[in-house]
């Protein structure tokens, strides 16, 4: 089977941490190749197993791939829209910033970069596409939502009557499950790069405005974070810091682009899969969609 990567596009920091860090502690050329294949290598495994031969099972990863969630029209899919987000994000990070409208061009690139990493960390896509992923390793079927048994109702009144709100779970308990299910599937590597991409310190202080851009630093106002090279828990991240944060997320695959293999990438057993498929898929589609 041909390799499927994952892949999630976020403003790079390299120009803003290039300014605070010297040239012979920079990346080398192959670094990002390197990281790339890294978190792919971890990944790919997920994508194929032989197990999908099986008719029914072969349906189950259809079913994950395409996120199948149920009958709606255009226009309420979330994923395309922080795909267009973080491509927005991008693009913005990359044009020449006229410094007599912008007077601190690092810092803007950095405020981009930072909403579009945040940004990146909530979206739910990535998510639920491993957990279903890795709940077939295990020989569980497609779940719509995967992650409903973490969620938490709140009671509230509105106009005398009660009511309920249904608050999601975070990133950080979405991850700890994911961690759970690719330690069980014996894949442990797929926690470990979420883990490894995750900063709730900083996603909390960008979406609750609870920093300032200094110098070359991102300065907490109410929290601490840990330095990965002096372990030392400090208010102050330098640039270059999560300069390397956003580095490993553009190429963890924290979520998304996922490229199914082409027809012709596809062997002969698989087509004849897939072809014999639709009377699976005429007989469980009330059940799934």
């Known amino acids: 089977m041909s390799q499927v990567y994952v892949l999630v596009y976020v403003p790079s920091l390299t ?7 010297s040239p012979d502690t920079q990346e080398p050329s192959n670094a990002a190749e390197d990281r790339l294949r890294h978190y ?3 990944l790919n495994p997920l994508f194929w197993n032989d197990s999908f031969n099986n008719m029914n099972l072969l349906f189950e990863f259809a079913c994950s791939l395409v996120r199948a969630s149920g009958m709606k029209d255009t226009g309420w899919e979330s994923y395309n829209e922080s795909l267009s987000f973080l491509e927005d994000m991008r693009r913005l990070g990359e044009i020449d910033l006229p410094t007599e409208v912008f007077p601190e061009p690092l810092h803007t690139r950095a405020r981009l970069a930072l909403v579009a990493y945040g940004h990146a960390t909530e979206m739910k896509t990535h998510y639920e596409l491993l957990a279903n992923l890795l709940r077939l390793r295990l020989g569980k079927k497609y779940c719509i939502h995967p992650f409903a048994h973490l969620a938490t109702r709140r009671t509230r009144k509105i106009n005398g009557a009660k009511t309920y709100k249904i608050i999601t779970p975070s990133p950080e308990k ?3 499950l994911i961690e759970e299910l690719s330690a069980q599937a014996g894949l442990p590597g797929v926690g470990a790069a979420l883990r490894e991409i995750h900063d709730p310190v900083i996603r909390n202080a960008v979406f609750h405005s609870d920093y300032v851009l200094h110098g070359t630093s991102m300065r ?10 002096s372990q030392v828990r400090t208010p102050m991240i330098q640039f270059h810091d999560i300069g390397q944060i956003d580095y490993k997320c553009v190429r963890v695959s924290l979520c998304i682009d996922c490229t199914v293999p082409s027809c012709s990438q596809i062997d002969d057993r698989f087509s004849r899969q897939v072809s014999s498929l639709r009377p699976t898929l005429q007989r469980n589609l009330r059940v799934h969609l």
């Not at 120009?15 to 860090?21: C, F, I, P, R, S």
């Open 15 to 21: 120009q803003t941490y290039n300014a605070g860090v």
């Open 40 to 42: 792919a290598e971890i």
């Open 174 to 176: 979405k991850i700890a």
């Open 220 to 229: 907490l106002l109410s929290d601490y974070w840990k330095s990965p090279t």
